[in-house]
Every structure is written in C-alpha cells, then in structure tokens.
C-alpha cells in the first residue's frame, strides 16, 4: 500500500507501515521470485529479529529477492519490504 508523502503527518494507523515515497521507487528494482525448485530457505529478515513460530521452529520460506538474493516472506509479514528500509537506513547510517 502506497501513502502519499502529503499524508504523513496524521495519526499513523498501526495497522499500515508508513514509507516515504523515493524508498517504493528504490524498491520498484527489487522484485520478490520464487526459489528455485521451490525449495525452503531461512527468512533472514526473521532471522535477524528473532522472530520465530509459534511452535519455536525458525520462519522459513520460499521466497526471496531477485536482485539481492535473500530469502524473505512474502505477504502477511511483509518481510521483503521490511528488510530493505532496514537495509536502506543501515547504508545510510554508514555514509554519515
Ligand atoms: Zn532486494
Ligand atoms: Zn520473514
């Protein structure tokens, strides 16, 4: 889902994750691809928070993004988008 950046400013839904609009574009040259041979891989945006099943069992999917060859959920969790504004603020933290 796509805020307009004019819409920012009010109460934030904590349901909806809010990202400016130039990190949608960066995104647009990532695109999420299933792995090959459908195989399960460990979802390393989950992996980097913790985040496990209920069961106690690592996330895994199969899924991953094309261009930075990392495994991620796709959907509900939203792990792709996830990951790349944390990558993205990471980088820029570096340059400063
Ligand atoms: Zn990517
Ligand atoms: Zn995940």
Same mark, same amino acid.
């Given at each position: =889902?796509?805020?307009?950046?004019?819409? @920012?400013?009010?109460?934030?839904?904590?349901?909806?994750?809010?990202?400016?609009?130039?990190?949608?574009?960066?995104? #647009?040259?990532? #695109?999420?691809?299933? @792995?090959?041979?459908?195989?399960?891989?460990?979802?390393?945006?989950?992996?980097?928070?913790?985040? #496990?099943?209920?069961?106690?069992?690592?996330?895994?999917?199969?899924?991953?993004?094309?261009?930075?060859?990392?495994?991620?959920?796709?959907? #509900?969790?939203?792990?792709? @988008?996830?990951?790349?504004?944390?990558?993205?603020?990471?980088?820029? =933290?570096?340059?400063?």
């Amino acid at each position: =889902m796509v805020i307009p950046a004019s819409n @920012v400013n009010y109460p934030p839904n904590p349901d909806i994750e809010i990202y400016p609009e130039d990190f949608w574009e960066e995104l #647009r040259s990532h #695109r999420i691809v299933s @792995v090959e041979g459908k195989k399960q891989r460990i979802c390393q945006y989950c992996r980097s928070k913790g985040v #496990r099943y209920e069961s106690g069992s690592i996330i895994i999917t199969r899924h991953k993004c094309e261009t930075c060859q990392v495994p991620l959920c796709k959907g #509900r969790k939203n792990c792709f @988008v996830k990951f790349h504004w944390e990558f993205r603020n990471l980088t820029k =933290m570096k340059q400063v």
